[in-house]
């Protein structure tokens, strides 16, 4: 990409660099270093043609999530206090990168979007050991 001069790179992390939700340090921390990475990148390469940015998806309905019970649910799946738009697919995250990856988007670097139906705008109140 830096010897066409031109490129776009996403990379994938997850909101729970931003915010709390299960006890899980080391995947949080994890996150956020890919969030970090798609900065520290994204300021590298932009100068060179490349942009790079990064999706956070919150929780997708895909095998192990899809089958996790939230903390408050009027309707499997549906809205929850924590999650307003319910359950994401897996369409929603292939949009979003879809998105960034598009020329539409030339003037888009180093930036993270939250793909997660608003569970970001709230953290859970689960303790370990508990149901999401």
Not at 50 to 72: D, F, H, M, Q, Y
């Amino acid at each position: 990409m830096v010897e066409r001069g031109e490129g776009a790179i996403v990379n994938i992390a997850s909101v729970a660099a931003f915010n709390f939700t299960v006890a899980h340090a080391a995947y949080a921390a994890s996150m956020a270093a890919i969030v970090a990475l798609t900065r520290d990148a994204a300021f590298e390469l932009a100068s060179q043609g490349v942009r790079v940015n990064c999706v956070a998806p919150g929780l997708i309905a895909v095998p192990p999530s899809s089958t996790k019970t939230p903390i408050v649910s009027p309707v499997a799946g549906g809205p929850t206090d924590t999650r307003p738009l319910g359950f994401g697919r897996a369409s929603d995250i292939a949009n979003a990168v879809a998105f960034l990856l598009s020329t539409e988007t030339r003037f888009i670097v180093g930036t993270t979007i939250n793909v997660a139906g608003g569970t970001d705008l709230r953290t859970s109140v689960a303790l370990p050991g508990t149901p999401l």
